[in-house]
DNA sequence: AATGAATGAGCGTTCATTCAT
DNA sequence: CATGAATGAACGCTCATTCAT
């Protein structure tokens, strides 16, 4: 509906809207095409099918936290310091794009491909190496001089996308759990990082 | 296909099937039926309505790992035994029922109410209050008796879960990111497992 | 529901409930059995077919009409009692058989045929001639006698039946072109009846 | 099937054909659509749902004869050119318009409602006044100056009603009482007219 | 670049009818 | 006679996609 605005941002945003509450399968074209103020065909103008819309929506988003893990890698930082970080990090970034990570758990859980293949694609954009795999060697590194309990990168990065990323789906599932609303402010999300931060340091740090 | 089957469960079983790997809105009734053997209107006469098959689906599955967590819970145990023994619990679920989870996720973040209300019903039915809530006090108690360095019941919950479920739906992601393939196998789920309970003990021991 | 009835009765009677407000396209064999208190197969044990039930409760219903009729005009009447009973005979049975004109109607819409053979037939089964011929010989012996102004004996029965059958149908339309409710009273019932008496009286008799 | 012809008027004329045969539960859309030459989906792009194709066909049909009959009514007349004039005008117009008859026949047994909100919002569209009520009020006057020898204007219009309608709907059932084929020649339709003119006159007139 | 109309395959659902017991 | 389960052929409707302009 906004004039002067580039349609392709229109539509991709009006996308995102609908793919990340009712997926691919359920995402109505018509109804991206009417969110975004433009004609149906154009969808197909310029994104060419249904599918292909989707995987530019979860591109254009999952790309924009690329770049920040990135920074935060390459920084020369002790383990400490790292595990102080990285959770607020993704928290901080899934809590100002909570619509992605519902688009990612929805391909995810029908059709992981889609989504692994593009992750590593962007991953293999930004970093000569795979970034998981720096991230990895590093914590390799300080296992191996002793600065942390445990010694396999892998399940050290998967307890740490676990302790970030899951809340944020689970939450609803949560709050009937507890039979309370849990309020969208800065102070739970502190206390959330701040869990996360000292499960991580506690279970890790020597 | 087969004969002298409920077709109620066969049903089911294709559909769970069907639901776990597309969702409620990408499964296709034709599907269920055809691979359960029955005719597409025996799905009607049982469970009324597509979604009304989804429910049961969620529901029948679901219910299954309710009484193994009130087992757990309603033993007493110490701090430590109890953070020992639930990872293996739920890990052990769950990758005996991979389609649960991803059916679980697929409809948290598509349609979150549904889930979440079947879940908070099928609590009720089973224990007198809220197990979540149960477990939630049994925490606070501990808490309170300086037996855990963390005192807020619900942030350990989620890191619990999160630390035990997430990695389920992630898989394809992790295998991509360290670009290797996870085996299905005991060893692997071991050292997940042994990993999760030391990030717990570590980190909520004092 | 109600035990130690015919079946048949039953269900016949349940079918004139459903045809009649929905007609025979529009009337489900599931409601009929379930109002009727009977399994579904029931209908063709006994009626073979959804057609077969339609057909056997319009012969069972219109059947009624014709003794009455037939009891009418075999007594020897003047053209003025003549007219001044029919009406009275027509629109009293249509009233306490509302249900009837509606199917009737309706069959005469969508399959003229059908209720036109069965009205043949019954006529047939119970007078020698035509019920209607013998009707029309009387009015034409009563016009050549210069009785009746006018001499189309079909013409004029076109009239009466016209005037006595198409209210029940009109009803609603009437209620909302005159923006009233028409009560189901014997007051209204008596207007009507004196009008169409008064308008054959004034229109036929010399 | 034919070019150049509005695809909205083909759909409109295609199912006036089926559901004035059928009914709105027995018309088929598929057939609706083959017959008007369009794709299925057409139907819902311009109607919506069968019903909102079924209530279009009622008013494009409904709304020819209103301006006819206010026509008639606005002009000055007396009753006797009134009770000469109308019958023609309804005669004349269902004549030409035979399905319209069965259409709201159909109608108004299964759905009197639908039909009769429609006439009535129809009316309104064209009148200031309810049209029949404005009929209702001409008669009234009439009545009290002592020019019609019925003085309940609602029982004059139903008569006029009846007279005039029921016919085309009967016919069937006439041809098999009389035994003979009534054939859609002017001839018959004069004579009809005259019928209903000739009781109406004498019925109605001082 | 942009639109409204059109299409065909397929969707969830229903229904009259039949079968096994 | 009576039942619950089963069936197959539609049915009304929707959707991603394309076409003509």
Redesign the pocket.
């Known amino acids: 509906m906004k004039k002067n605005v580039d349609?392709k941002i229109q539509i991709l945003d009006s996308a995102m809207e609908e793919f990340s509450q009712l997926g691919l399968a359920g995402?109505?074209?018509?109804r991206i095409a009417k969110r975004a103020g433009?004609?149906?065909?154009?969808l197909?103008?310029y994104f060419h099918?249904?599918?292909g819309l989707f995987k530019e929506v979860l591109r254009s988003h999952f790309s924009q936290l690329i770049p920040l893990v990135v920074a935060e890698i390459r920084e020369p930082v002790t383990p400490q310091t790292f595990l102080e970080r990285i959770p607020r990090l993704y928290i901080g970034f899934f809590r100002k794009n909570p619509r992605l990570i519902r688009l990612v758990a929805l391909n995810l859980a029908t059709d992981p491909k889609v989504v692994s293949t593009l992750f590593s694609s962007l991953l293999n954009e930004v970093t000569p190496e795979h970034l998981a795999l720096s991230i990895s060697n590093k914590i390799a590194l300080w296992s191996s001089q002793g600065l942390l309990r445990q010694n396999d990168p892998m399940q050290i990065m998967i307890n740490i996308l676990s302790l970030c990323t899951f809340f944020f789906l689970a939450k609803p599932m949560v709050e009937v759990a507890f039979d309370r609303t849990i309020p969208e402010c800065d102070e739970f999300y502190e206390k959330r990082i701040e869990s996360v931060v000292s499960l991580l340091k506690g279970g890790l740090l020597p």
């Not at 995402?27 to 018509?30: C, E, I």
């Not at 433009?38 to 154009?42: F, G």
């Open positions: 349609p995402g109505r074209v018509d433009v004609n149906k065909a154009m197909y103008y099918s249904k599918e």
